[in-house]
T-cell receptor
Framework: DVKVTQSSRYLVKRTGEKVFLECVQD?????MFWYRQDPGLGLRLIYF???????EKGDIPEGYSVSREKKERFSLILESASTNQTSMYLC????????????FGDGTRLSIL | AQSVTQPDIHITVSEGASLELRCNYS??????LFWYVQSPGQGLQLLLK??????LVQGIKGFEAEFKRSQSSFNLRKPSVHWSDAAEYFC???????????FGAGTRLAVHP
């Protein structure tokens, strides 16, 4: 089974802090994704990566950046955390090629105070 | 633009009753369609997927879904609901390149004993 591991289940940070959310997958997947999940809005794509050091913006990239230095690891960075970034963050991965489903981690619930 | 609509935000059913969760999509070509389930405090788990062929697809946990091109729908069904099915269900459409998906807002299912 594919295992996508997010480093923290719950995280509390303060406004203005630089925040790192880490995600690791163990199946050598090419594609990795970061979403935020808010009630009534479903999942919204923040950034995705299709190869090491390659990234593209999703639908809501403002206030976020990402890093993919190794194939198995995809980091989401909040450059200067704000209260409106309080949310559930989900990481996912998928193999390359078409028709491949995404596999999700258990999520990180981030609170910015 | 591609989009997914799940018209029902909340649904409550009695244990043992049948279930149908609605999903409508807007997509220019033949879509790839997915249903995911999210139990409380967890990430998303793939229930089933449709790419082509038979329009009735079977998934895990006794779920099935039917693709109806004329109605742009991909509704999820289960003949007899169990209390453990209480969760949030997400419909998603792709491909968006690199297996990107667009998610609906989700339907939260409650099951009464």
């Amino acid at each position: 089974d594919v295992k996508v591991t997010q480093s923290s289940r719950y995280l509390v940070k303060r406004t203005g802090e630089k925040v790192f959310l880490e995600c690791v997958q163990d199946m050598d997947h090419e594609n990795m994704f970061w979403y935020r999940q808010d009630p009534g809005l479903g999942l919204r794509l923040i950034y995705f990566s299709y190869d090491v050091k390659m990234k593209e913006k999703g639908d809501i990239p403002e206030g976020y950046s990402v890093s993919r230095e190794k194939k198995e690891r995809f980091s989401l960075i909040l450059e200067s955390a704000s209260t409106n970034q309080t949310s559930m963050y989900l990481c996912a991965s998928s193999p390359g090629g078409d028709n491949q489903p995404q596999h999700f981690g258990d999520g990180t619930r981030l609170s910015i105070l | 633009a591609q989009s997914v609509t799940q018209p029902d935000i909340h649904i409550t059913v009695s244990e043992g009753a049948s279930l149908e969760l609605r999903c409508n999509y807007s997509y220019g070509a033949t879509p790839y369609l997915f249903w995911y389930v999210q139990s409380p405090g967890q990430g998303l788990q793939l229930l089933l997927k449709y790419f082509s062929g038979d329009t009735l697809v079977q998934g895990i946990k006794g779920f099935e879904a039917e693709f109806k091109r004329s109605q742009s729908s991909f509704n999820l069904r289960k003949p007899s609901v169990h209390w453990s099915d209480a969760a949030e269900y997400f419909c998603a459409v792709g491909p968006g390149g690199y297996n990107k998906l667009i998610f609906g807002a989700g339907t939260r299912l409650a099951v009464h004993p």
